[in-house]
């Protein structure tokens, strides 16, 4: 547990930049949403060049005008490309606007696998214990795919449009087996409404119950928390 919210930016930052700098970081998996924010603020501040590395995305709406604002493309050119300096080239994002969204998810199931997956995976936590969108009930093997959002995820993500009609309830998500394929998991929860779905991640039974669960199965994974997300923990 770190001291403030924004200690767990910088801390996460300072992973990722660790990596680059030992020449570890061909590839970074991004989480949008506001739990790693802060994180690309640091990054971005840190001057440091990224010439080289690529960038994936977790997951896309299905279902959003084609350049919406807060599709998650958009999301991470603004909060990610732009300010790193990124050759749009390096830039993934699952394609949520495909006609054929299976073949999406198998084509970036392969644009992952033809990279050898990703060296640093940033993550948030949703209220109803998803990484990714993988909501609870997703299987530890799955893979990217699209997935209906939880009545709750919806709601959450309202704030990030004009109109409740407007909110996405499907999304093209890597799955929970493609989250589990990152050599390295940095898992950042900030707020007391996180504090239950990281109780039920990281000290509740292993289930997909809570998909979030799966993290404690993975390699190399470090939890991030403020006093806040903490404050249900034993
Ligand atoms: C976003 C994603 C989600 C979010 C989670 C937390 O790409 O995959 O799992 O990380 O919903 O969202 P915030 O950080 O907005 O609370």
């Given at each position: 547990m770190l001291a403030t919210a924004e200690e767990v930016g910088r801390r996460a930052a300072r992973v990722v930049l660790e990596e680059l700098e030992a020449g570890r970081l061909a590839a970074l998996g991004v989480a949008t949403g506001s739990s790693p924010a802060r994180v690309y603020e640091e990054l971005a501040a840190a001057g440091a060049r990224w010439e080289g590395v690529e960038v994936f995305a977790l997951d896309e709406y299905v279902?959003?005008?084609?350049?919406?604002?807060?599709?998650y493309a958009a999301v991470v050119d603004r909060q990610v490309r732009a300010p790193l300096g990124?050759?749009?080239?390096?830039v993934h994002v699952p394609?949520?606007?495909?006609?054929d969204l299976d073949a999406a998810g198998a084509a970036y199931e392969r644009a992952l696998a033809e990279r050898g997956g990703v060296d640093v995976q940033l993550l948030g936590i949703g209220?109803?214990?998803?990484?990714?969108?993988?909501?609870?009930?997703?299987?530890?093997?799955?893979?990217?795919r699209v997935v209906e959002l939880a009545d709750r995820t919806v709601a959450d993500n309202?704030?990030?449009?004009?109109?409740?009609?407007?909110?996405?309830?499907r999304a093209l998500t890597q799955g929970v087996a493609t989250i589990g394929t990152a050599r390295r998991h940095v898992l950042l929860a900030q707020g007391a409404a996180k504090a239950g779905a990281v109780r039920a991640a990281l000290?509740?039974?292993?289930s997909t119950d809570c998909p979030a669960s799966a993290l404690r199965t993975f390699d190399d994974v470090l939890v991030l928390l403020d006093p806040a997300a903490a404050s249900l923990l034993d």
């Amino acid at each position: 547990m770190l001291a403030t919210a924004e200690e767990v930016g910088r801390r996460a930052a300072r992973v990722v930049l660790e990596e680059l700098e030992a020449g570890r970081l061909a590839a970074l998996g991004v989480a949008t949403g506001s739990s790693p924010a802060r994180v690309y603020e640091e990054l971005a501040a840190a001057g440091a060049r990224w010439e080289g590395v690529e960038v994936f995305a977790l997951d896309e709406y299905v279902g959003l005008p084609p350049g919406h604002p807060e599709s998650y493309a958009a999301v991470v050119d603004r909060q990610v490309r732009a300010p790193l300096g990124l050759d749009p080239r390096r830039v993934h994002v699952p394609d949520g606007g495909a006609a054929d969204l299976d073949a999406a998810g198998a084509a970036y199931e392969r644009a992952l696998a033809e990279r050898g997956g990703v060296d640093v995976q940033l993550l948030g936590i949703g209220a109803t214990g998803h990484i990714g969108f993988n909501e609870p009930g997703s299987s530890f093997t799955s893979r990217t795919r699209v997935v209906e959002l939880a009545d709750r995820t919806v709601a959450d993500n309202a704030r990030f449009f004009d109109r409740p009609e407007d909110v996405p309830r499907r999304a093209l998500t890597q799955g929970v087996a493609t989250i589990g394929t990152a050599r390295r998991h940095v898992l950042l929860a900030q707020g007391a409404a996180k504090a239950g779905a990281v109780r039920a991640a990281l000290e509740g039974e292993v289930s997909t119950d809570c998909p979030a669960s799966a993290l404690r199965t993975f390699d190399d994974v470090l939890v991030l928390l403020d006093p806040a997300a903490a404050s249900l923990l034993d």
